[in-house]
Protein backbone atom coordinates (compact mmCIF):
# COMPACT_ATOMS: atom_id res chain seq x y z
CA UNK A 1 0.00 0.00 0.00
CA UNK A 2 1.29 3.39 -0.45
CA UNK A 3 1.85 6.18 2.07
CA UNK A 4 0.86 9.46 2.53
CA UNK A 5 1.51 12.99 4.22
CA UNK A 6 -2.25 13.87 5.38
CA UNK A 7 -5.16 11.93 4.64
CA UNK A 8 -8.94 12.02 4.10
CA UNK A 9 -12.47 10.98 5.37
CA UNK A 10 -13.08 9.06 2.17
CA UNK A 11 -11.30 5.77 0.95
CA UNK A 12 -8.01 6.76 0.36
CA UNK A 13 -4.30 6.11 0.60
CA UNK A 14 -2.97 5.89 4.39
CA UNK A 15 -0.59 8.47 5.64
CA UNK A 16 2.91 8.23 5.63
CA UNK A 17 4.22 7.00 9.02
CA UNK A 18 5.37 9.98 11.61
CA UNK A 19 3.65 13.08 9.44
CA UNK A 20 0.73 14.86 10.21
CA UNK A 21 -2.55 14.54 8.69
CA UNK A 22 -3.60 18.68 7.63
CA UNK A 23 -7.24 18.60 8.59
CA UNK A 24 -9.19 21.99 9.27
CA UNK A 25 -12.64 22.48 10.79
CA UNK A 26 -14.28 25.59 10.59
CA UNK A 27 -17.90 25.17 11.92
CA UNK A 28 -20.28 22.52 11.79
CA UNK A 29 -22.30 22.67 8.91
CA UNK A 30 -25.75 23.67 8.38
CA UNK A 31 -25.94 21.68 4.83
CA UNK A 32 -23.78 18.60 5.18
CA UNK A 33 -24.44 17.30 2.22
CA UNK A 34 -23.35 19.81 -0.45
CA UNK A 35 -20.83 18.61 -3.12
CA UNK A 36 -17.09 19.66 -2.39
CA UNK A 37 -14.20 20.16 -4.46
CA UNK A 38 -11.40 17.82 -4.78
CA UNK A 39 -8.16 18.62 -6.46
CA UNK A 40 -5.84 15.71 -7.66
CA UNK A 41 -2.29 16.51 -8.60
CA UNK A 42 1.23 14.71 -9.52
CA UNK A 43 4.03 16.75 -8.59
CA UNK A 44 7.05 17.08 -10.46
CA UNK A 45 10.48 17.18 -9.94
CA UNK A 46 11.73 19.53 -13.10
CA UNK A 47 10.46 22.87 -11.17
CA UNK A 48 10.93 23.20 -7.57
CA UNK A 49 12.49 25.78 -5.59
CA UNK A 50 13.08 26.12 -1.66
CA UNK A 51 12.52 29.75 0.00
CA UNK A 52 14.04 30.94 3.56
CA UNK A 53 11.79 33.52 5.46
CA UNK A 54 14.36 34.55 7.97
CA UNK A 55 12.13 37.19 9.19
CA UNK A 56 8.86 34.48 9.48
CA UNK A 57 11.31 31.76 10.90
CA UNK A 58 9.77 30.21 7.99
CA UNK A 59 10.78 27.88 5.01
CA UNK A 60 8.82 27.45 1.66
CA UNK A 61 9.30 24.35 -0.89
CA UNK A 62 7.33 25.54 -4.36
CA UNK A 63 7.09 21.89 -6.57
CA UNK A 64 5.11 22.40 -9.95
CA UNK A 65 2.52 19.86 -10.48
CA UNK A 66 -0.10 18.54 -13.34
CA UNK A 67 -3.56 17.86 -13.33
CA UNK A 68 -4.06 13.65 -12.31
CA UNK A 69 -7.95 14.11 -12.64
CA UNK A 70 -10.06 15.69 -15.15
CA UNK A 71 -11.48 18.04 -12.61
CA UNK A 72 -8.19 19.14 -11.09
CA UNK A 73 -6.14 22.53 -12.55
CA UNK A 74 -3.75 23.40 -10.14
CA UNK A 75 -0.01 23.93 -11.18
CA UNK A 76 1.79 24.83 -8.24
CA UNK A 77 1.52 23.28 -4.42
CA UNK A 78 3.36 25.20 -2.09
CA UNK A 79 4.61 23.42 1.12
CA UNK A 80 5.20 25.97 3.72
CA UNK A 81 6.98 24.91 7.48
CA UNK A 82 6.81 27.24 10.22
CA UNK A 83 6.89 28.09 13.79
CA UNK A 84 4.24 25.96 15.58
CA UNK A 85 3.85 28.44 18.43
CA UNK A 86 1.07 29.68 16.83
CA UNK A 87 -1.84 27.62 14.90
CA UNK A 88 -1.03 26.73 11.59
CA UNK A 89 -3.28 27.99 8.93
CA UNK A 90 -5.74 26.01 7.02
CA UNK A 91 -4.61 23.94 3.87
CA UNK A 92 -5.90 26.46 1.18
CA UNK A 93 -6.93 26.13 -2.75
CA UNK A 94 -6.52 29.28 -4.61
CA UNK A 95 -7.98 29.02 -8.10
CA UNK A 96 -6.95 32.10 -9.01
CA UNK A 97 -3.35 31.10 -8.94
CA UNK A 98 -3.80 27.60 -9.92
CA UNK A 99 -1.98 26.29 -6.60
CA UNK A 100 -2.67 24.73 -3.07
CA UNK A 101 -0.65 25.99 -0.20
CA UNK A 102 -0.12 23.29 2.38
CA UNK A 103 0.90 24.18 6.23
CA UNK A 104 3.55 22.33 8.11
CA UNK A 105 5.03 22.80 11.68
CA UNK A 106 8.97 23.81 11.04
CA UNK A 107 10.11 20.46 12.59
CA UNK A 108 8.98 18.10 10.15
CA UNK A 109 10.87 20.15 7.17
CA UNK A 110 13.33 17.62 6.51
CA UNK A 111 11.19 14.65 6.88
CA UNK A 112 8.94 16.08 3.92
CA UNK A 113 11.48 17.40 1.58
CA UNK A 114 13.04 13.67 1.92
CA UNK A 115 9.76 12.80 0.84
CA UNK A 116 9.58 15.12 -2.09
CA UNK A 117 13.03 14.45 -3.16
CA UNK A 118 12.66 10.81 -3.96
CA UNK A 119 11.89 10.07 -7.93
CA UNK A 120 8.58 8.40 -6.96
CA UNK A 121 5.21 9.41 -8.21
CA UNK A 122 3.99 11.59 -5.39
CA UNK A 123 0.78 12.98 -5.06
CA UNK A 124 -0.80 15.82 -3.45
CA UNK A 125 -4.76 15.66 -3.01
CA UNK A 126 -6.87 18.65 -1.13
CA UNK A 127 -10.59 18.09 -0.21
CA UNK A 128 -13.11 21.19 0.74
CA UNK A 129 -16.76 20.72 1.98
CA UNK A 130 -19.21 22.42 -0.49
CA UNK A 131 -19.55 24.89 2.25
CA UNK A 132 -16.10 25.33 2.89
CA UNK A 133 -16.49 23.99 6.87
CA UNK A 134 -13.98 21.36 6.53
CA UNK A 135 -10.43 20.97 4.77
CA UNK A 136 -8.25 17.95 4.05
CA UNK A 137 -5.37 17.72 2.00
CA UNK A 138 -2.37 15.02 1.56
CA UNK A 139 0.90 13.96 0.05
CA UNK A 140 0.81 10.41 -1.13
CA UNK A 141 3.34 8.49 -2.54
CA UNK A 142 1.80 5.15 -4.06
CA UNK A 143 5.06 2.93 -3.47
Not at 16 to 31: C, D, K
Not at 80 to 89: G, H, V, Y
Not at 97 to 102: G, N, S
Request: aromatic fraction near 12%; charged fraction near 20%.
Amino acid sequence: MGSAIAGSTISSPEPAPGIAVLEHSIIPSPNPHLPGKLEVVKLLNRRWRTIALPEQNAQELVLAARPASRSSSVHWVHFRFQDASDPLPAPELEYAFDRIRLYYPLDQFDQIQQVLRTYRDRFCYFWQAGDASRVRAWLFTPH
